[in-house]
Nanobody, 124 residues
Framework: QVQLVEFGGGLVQAGGSLTLSCEFSGRTFSRYGMGWFRQAPGKEREFVAAISWTGDGTYYTDSVKDRFTISRDNAKNTVTLQMSSLKPEDTGVYYC?????????????????WGQGTQVTVSS
């Protein structure tokens, strides 16, 4: 059974930076595509970024392009989301998700496993 644990959420001022990490355990991490999603209060969960299981494909929602960077470290079984130039609209609970041999998909229903989430709050 795959377990995902997110770290790094917190409170940051607009324009600041934050790095989220997700630790993967229970299966072979290198065989999983990984994604980050977020959910703001009163809104549906939305795609943020994804990286393919091979690591050679990264994908972002338009609102975070050039501000967020997703990466993976197969030696540490970790996927990271570096966030910069944060905006109040980036506020939400951020979830890490795993998709077996995933190519970096945007659809949440295609992911097999989910973490519990970590809160990110960006103050104006």
């Amino acid at each position: 059974q795959v377990q995902l644990v997110e770290f790094g959420g917190g409170l940051v001022q607009a324009g600041g930076s934050l790095t989220l990490s997700c630790e993967f355990s229970g299966r072979t991490f290198s065989r999983y595509g990984m994604g980050w999603f977020r959910q703001a209060p009163g809104k549906e969960r939305e795609f943020v970024a994804a990286i393919s299981w091979t690591g050679d494909g990264t994908y972002y929602t338009d609102s975070v392009k050039d501000r967020f960077t997703i990466s993976r470290d197969n030696a540490k079984n970790t996927v990271t989301l570096q966030m910069s130039s944060l905006k109040p609209e980036d506020t939400g609970v951020y979830y890490c998700a795993a998709d077996y041999v995933g190519i970096g998909v945007r659809r949440a229903d295609l992911y097999d496993y989910w973490g519990q989430g970590t809160q990110v709050t960006v103050s104006s």
